[in-house]
């Protein structure tokens, strides 16, 4: 029998989950409009990494259209947002060349000039100290695990995991039971398939009547080049080659701060090939000479992975229900050929606050802020994601080359008659169903990482800085424990061994080779939530592990 807890509880007007860019920027709105009106509503912000930005893992150059808004003077107030893009390049790979896509041929929507090259775990930092000095109390190390209703089936707030579990269930020596965390309103801002955002969308249906959401899979490292290759301000996309023309995917190359570059590939996670491994494709990227003269002589300073959305406008769900909504990329507001969804993010918690803000003054609570949805609408974000919502259809629909070519089309005519001809194209079947069976394919043979350009996976996760108390329980939870042999290892091989970006499942076998069982390495996950998305059989769920756990990024 589990042991009875007994929680304490604390009372807030929003109550936000996630201190990344749309759940600080909401904090911020809704002091600044409380400040303005004089009027003391209160905000709490739960991070479940061990501070604030230590989950933060993005590209990152951001468009300043929400920051300018939000924060008109952050340049004066220190904002590291210090490299503005000089130099903005697209190649199309082969396996030893590169095609240029000349910068007049991209719609003007494609241009990231007037955009800034970032660390975006610092800019939620600086964030974070905006809100603290406006009122907002922040609690990083505090995993919301649970979500609270009212008796009328609204949602009361959050409440925080038990920290001092065993992994058998009991409480160990310094348990501590998790805090409830009562809101008027609850602001959810985990960022991609996050645990409290998929059981709301379950419970309430909220993404009835729009197309499944579409993923990738996001991996990156921070490099230390040398100065002679260092081209600060360079921003560098690529399509092509390693993925084959029917894998989406690319690379990120931007060149920021102090010889510093951050490197990143993203494949789309509607493969078909149960033998890709997104981490191997992403270091054989490396190896390329368009990349590689770049990176070499560099140090690789840290490495981090997470998925993304990529279903855009046709993917947005429903962004409230009772007592609360959803924002940043929780919602999957991000712009896949832009790669780009912090402006957007930091937008949707504005105008959540706005929304909120009007309730609050009235009087209300536990209510929909319908607002939200009316702001949204009329919002640039609203704007910047129908432009592009065609892209992602037809590059699963027609491949990289002839895909990207439609979908730069279909661009061109949004961005000069304000309309698409193909009108609004369905993301078809979810990600986790698009696998062929292995039989069916081809296994990849991938080159051994030679320590200079290419890294393994454990190596990887050991600058991730990844760390959790080993002693609790597995926060990778499998429906069904026979599923991985029985089932998913003779039709896909089980392809849990190659999608995790981290080493954290294997296949087992005894020194003869036989009798294999699936092992869950817990410790090394990174929270990139691909397992949760990927598994064709919808077997394993994510789930928060004790506040503070998982990797501790410095400045990605």
């Known amino acids: 029998m589990p042991e009875a807890v007994v929680r304490e509880s604390m009372q807030y007007d929003v109550v936000i989950v996630g201190a990344g860019p749309a759940g600080l920027a909401a904090a911020i709105r809704l002091r600044q ?33 929400a920051i300018n808004e939000l924060i008109p003077d952050w340049a004066a107030k220190g904002a590291p947002i210090e490299t503005p893009v000089a130099d903005d390049r697209f190649y199309y790979l082969g396996p030893a060349g590169a095609l240029r896509v000349p910068n007049f041929i991209m719609p003007p929507l494609m241009s990231n000039h007037g955009n800034y090259i970032v660390s975006l775990a610092e800019v939620c930092r600086w964030l974070a100290k905006q809100a603290e000095a406006a009122g907002v109390e922040i609690y990083p190390g505090f995993a919301a695990a649970e979500v609270l209703y009212n008796k009328d089936g609204s949602v009361k707030g959050v409440a925080t995991g038990d920290m001092g579990v065993a992994r058998d269930g009991h409480h160990k020596a310094g348990f501590t039971p998790g805090i409830e965390l009562h809101g008027k309103y609850t602001f959810i801002a985990e960022g991609v398939r996050g645990s409290l955002a998929k059981q709301l969308m379950k419970n309430f249906k909220l993404d009835q009547g729009c197309d499944p959401q579409k993923f990738g899979i996001g991996l990156k490292e921070l490099w230390q080049l040398k100065p002679e290759n260092h081209k600060k301000g360079l921003v560098m996309h690529t399509m092509g080659w390693p ?95 832009r790669i780009k969804g912090s402006h957007n993010a930091m937008k949707s918690g504005m105008m959540a606050a706005e929304a909120a803000f009007e309730a609050l003054s009235a009087g209300r609570s536990a209510d929909e802020l319908t607002t939200y949805s009316e702001l949204y609408v009329d919002s640039h974000v609203y704007r910047d994601l ?87 329980p597995v926060h990778l939870r499998l429906t069904d424990p026979s599923i991985p042999i029985a089932k998913n290892l003779p039709l896909y091989d089980e392809p849990a061994q190659r999608y995790c970006p981290a080493g954290v499942y294997e296949v087992v076998r005894d020194a003869n080779g036989q009798n294999p069982r699936f092992q869950i390495n817990a410790q090394n996950c990174v929270h990139c939530k691909t397992c949760d998305i990927k598994d064709p059989a919808q077997n394993i769920t994510w789930v928060p592990p004790e506040g503070g756990g998982g990797p501790n990024y410095p400045n990605m």
């Open 33 to 65: 409009l409380s400040a303005e009106a004089g009027k003391e509503f209160t905000v709490c912000v739960l991070e479940k990494g061990s501070e604030v930005g230590a989950h933060i893992l993005s590209g990152a150059v951001i468009d300043p259209i």
């Open 243 to 337: 993925l084959d023309d029917r894998t989406g995917g690319g690379s990120f190359m931007y060149h920021f701060g102090e010889n510093l570059c951050s490197f990143g590939f993203v494949v789309h996670l509607n493969y078909t090939n149960p033998y890709i491994s997104p981490f191997d494709e992403f270091q054989r990227a490396k190896t390329h000479p368009a990349i590689a003269k770049y990176l070499e002589g560099g140090k690789r300073i840290a490495y981090g992975s997470r998925a993304i959305t990529e279903g855009g406008f046709q993917s947005v769900p429903k962004l409230t229900f009772p007592g609360g909504v959803l924002i940043g990329c929780s919602a999957g507001f991000m712009n896949l050929p």
């Open 386 to 472: 129908k432009r592009v919502r065609n892209v992602k259809p037809f590059w699963s629909r027609l491949g990289t080359f002839l895909g990207v070519g439609f979908g730069a089309f279909d661009m061109w005519t949004n961005q000069l008659f304000g309309f698409s001809i193909f009108g609004t194209l369905s993301h078809g079947k979810p990600d986790f169903a698009t696998l062929k069976p292995a039989a069916q394919c081809k296994p990849i043979v991938y080159p051994k990482p030679d320590g200079k350009l290419s890294f393994d996976k454990l190596s990887s996760v050991f600058l991730s800085n990844t760390n959790h108390e080993e002693d609790q």
